[in-house]
């Protein structure tokens, strides 16, 4: 235990903080300062304790062992109730929302005292996203709303109760690159009223961007601490991961690429009538990555759940091997060999069982094409120790309930999942959101790896970078229309940029 006493300026101190589940140290004798009036940053691979120490500074769980002070006092935090009673306010990684209530709602939600009149109470709350640059329809309900639309409320909820001290858990990993900055132009405002935050982010250019201080976890351990403006990407990386490593993506030559899926004229409505796609026609070939660009919001997601057949379509055709695949169910689209490797904004919501472990998420998958009686579990049991062993998944074992597993570690689950089940047409949309550097370029390398089988793969991503250097073809979508079509290899990331706006048209190549 420290000797020296705490800081008033600090706004948190953390000395020698342990916390085991079972077996698993997620958190090993961790020291950690936070000053009033700074942005620190927490950086570390999937499953070295980040979330678990946050959880920790806001009552969910309790330390082991260790001490932790506020503005200089030394605290016992026992529920998310002390916390907010001493200025500490989380965003989590998974939103906690009532879907049904307005924006108003759930910012009162569990606050005591005397509820305001509702007029006054939406003057407050106006006030509040003015202080720091927000905007929210106090009186919009969840379900209306998008992505970020949600982290704001839960952002207002925070501030209303007058956090000093706020925690955000991956907040950019659902947010589009527009929406990142307008988060990071509010938390510059919030520093400048001098509040304490505290952000994780894998993203490193981001860490670079916006911290001021990056503390650096590795397997449960604090290791460094050090000054943003004195580090790099580089020396950054190397700490998290602990060895050096290379970031650059491999785009071996497409062999003899050959179309499998045509889609032609495509159009799909959204659910209130607005034109998602309108009239879209491209083909999908054998051997190659197809990447998908566009600015959020623009069709991607409506063209992935036509062809995964969750989605009607109102014109046009999809064949797959001159099949038409426009009517068939989920199921009947996923016996062909088409899959999908979504990686939603909720990564538990879709196609993993929480309470389950590894190995009965692997059997789910794979039970429709399962005859006998009796189910064998060894092939599941294999495939899950060979995703645990290539993807470095961090579990205490392949019967854990994945609700467990920290973030990134699930969403490796889920990719493995559908990597390993030999399809033929795989389509992946942001599949290393959350994933920390090391993991993303162990997914690059896997999708590489498909592509090499003979496998089309189309990739819906975010990251122009990484669009360009992993993929062949990119395909621009602006608006539900297609405004390019291009070889990665000979275009920029500033042609491309304009395309997703509509302000210039690539060359659509067949
Ligand atoms: N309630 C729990 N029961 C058992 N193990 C847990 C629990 N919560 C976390 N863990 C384990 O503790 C370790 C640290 O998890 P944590 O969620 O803190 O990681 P993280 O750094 O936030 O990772 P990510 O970047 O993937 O979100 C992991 O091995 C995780 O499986
Ligand atoms: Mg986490």
Partial sequence: MSQTPANPACAIECRQITKTFGSVVAN????????????????????????TL??????????????????????????????MHLGIGMIHQHFKLVDAFTAMDNIVLGTHGKRLAPKVLKERILEICHSVGLEIDPEKRVYEMSVSEKQTVEILKVLYRDAKILILDEPTAVLTPQETGKLFAILRRMREQGRAIIIITHKLQEVLEISDRVTILWKGKSIDTVNTAETNARQLTELMVGRPV???????QPQDPQPVMDVQGLTVKKPDGAIALDGI?????????????????????????????????EKGHITFKGEE??????????SLGIHMGFVPEDRLGMGLVASMGMVDNMLLKSYRSHKGMFIDRKPARALAEELIRRLEIVTPGEDTPVRLLSGGNVQKVLIGREIESGPSVLITAYPVRG?????????????????????AVVFVGEDLDVLLELCDRILVLCHGRITGLVDASSVTKEQIGLMMTGSHSGEVQQ
């Fill in 28 to 51: 090993d004798k961790i020291d950690l300062d936070v000053r009033y009036g700074e942005i620190l940053a927490l950086l570390g691979e999937n499953g070295s304790g980040k979330t």
């Fill in 54 to 83: 946050m959880n920790m500074l806001s009552g969910i769980y309790h330390p082991d062992s260790g001490s932790i002070s506020i503005a200089g006092q030394p605290v016992s935090i026992n529920s998310p109730v002390d916390a």
């Fill in 246 to 252: 290379s970031l650059s993506i491999q785009r071996p």
């Fill in 281 to 313: 026609s491209f083909d999908i070939r054998s051997g190659e990555i197809l990447g998908i660009a566009g600015v959020a919001g623009s069709g991607q997601k409506e063209l992935c759940e036509t062809i995964a057949g969750l989605t009607k379509s």
């Fill in 325 to 334: 695949i426009l009517g068939k169910t989920p199921a009947e689209i996923i």
């Fill in 435 to 455: 994933l920390d550097i090391n993991s993303s370029y162990t997914v690059y390398d896997l999708l590489n790896e498909q592509k090499q089988k003979g496998v």
